[in-house]
């Protein structure tokens, strides 16, 4: 069902239609919540766990990046994506 719903949205997107994206990404939202609840994993829960680690890893790319003397926006992508692996790392 997932996969279904993650077509749905991404032809949304192709297509340009916000409103359609809109309504597709809500069944996306709606059947991982129904996943989590055949896993017996509060959604909330989990949310709340992977919003902490993202913020934990953007903080230790950020403070990679200063101690290069840099901001992390002004990294190019590629690098970027090299501190954000190590950040990662980091869990």
Same mark, same amino acid.
């Given at each position: 069902? %997932?996969?279904? !719903?993650?077509? !749905?949205? !991404?032809?949304?997107?192709?297509?340009? +239609?916000? @409103?359609?994206?809109?309504?597709?990404?809500? +069944?996306?939202?709606? @059947?991982?919540?129904?996943?989590?609840?055949? %896993? +017996?994993?509060?959604?909330?829960? *989990?949310?709340?766990? *992977? @919003?902490?680690?993202?913020?934990g890893?953007?903080?230790?790319?950020?403070?990679?990046?200063?101690?290069?003397? @840099?901001?992390?926006?002004?990294?190019?992508?590629? !690098?970027?994506?090299?501190?954000?692996?190590?950040?990662?790392?980091?869990?």
């Open positions: 069902k %997932l996969r279904e !719903e993650q077509a !749905e949205l !991404e032809a949304a997107v192709a297509a340009g +239609d916000r @409103t359609a994206a809109a309504q597709e990404l809500g +069944d996306v939202l709606l @059947t991982l919540t129904s996943i989590a609840r055949h %896993l +017996d994993v509060p959604a909330e829960m *989990a949310l709340r766990d *992977a @919003t902490d680690r993202f913020v890893r953007a903080r230790r790319a950020a403070n990679v990046a200063a101690t290069r003397g @840099t901001a992390l926006a002004d990294l190019a992508e590629d !690098e970027r994506e090299r501190l954000w692996a190590l950040a990662k790392d980091g869990d």
